[in-house]
């Protein structure tokens, strides 16, 4: 399965400056980054289960914030962490 994963990682800290480093290699041990926090990765379901625990247990859910973007067959979202997305459908109100 083709996927897109981008996160932001809250560096205000060392501890967050290493929860990014981490983010990024395990990112890049299943994928190609395409971008700064954008990595493109083309995994089986196996190695997909894999690499989501290990994001997951890296990634602080009250600061930071981990967006996948499946890209196969049907386009589908996942979110985890700070920043939610908003339905790009609703009206806009300024």
Same mark, same amino acid.
């Given at each position: 399965?083709?996927?897109?994963?981008? *996160? %932001?990682?809250?560096?205000? !800290?060392? /501890? +967050? $400056?290493? @929860?990014?480093?981490?983010?990024?290699?395990?990112?890049? %041990? *299943? +994928? $190609?980054?395409? $971008?700064?926090?954008?990595? =493109?990765?083309?995994?089986?379901?196996? @190695?997909?289960?894999?690499?989501? /625990?290990?994001?997951? $247990? =890296?990634? @602080?859910?009250?600061?930071?914030?981990? @967006? &996948? *973007?499946?890209? %196969?067959?049907?386009?589908?979202? /996942?979110?985890? +962490?700070?920043?939610?997305?908003? %339905?790009?459908? !609703?009206?806009? &109100?300024?």
């Amino acid at each position: 399965m083709l996927i897109l994963i981008c *996160y %932001d990682v809250a560096t205000t !800290d060392k /501890e +967050g $400056q290493r @929860r990014l480093r981490r983010v990024a290699r395990a990112c890049q %041990d *299943y +994928g $190609q980054r395409v $971008q700064n926090s954008v990595f =493109e990765c083309n995994v089986d379901k196996t @190695r997909w289960i894999v690499l989501k /625990e290990r994001l997951l $247990q =890296e990634i @602080r859910k009250s600061e930071d914030s981990l @967006r &996948i *973007y499946f890209l %196969d067959k049907d386009v589908k979202i /996942e979110h985890y +962490g700070v920043k939610k997305h908003f %339905d790009l459908d !609703d009206p806009l &109100i300024f």
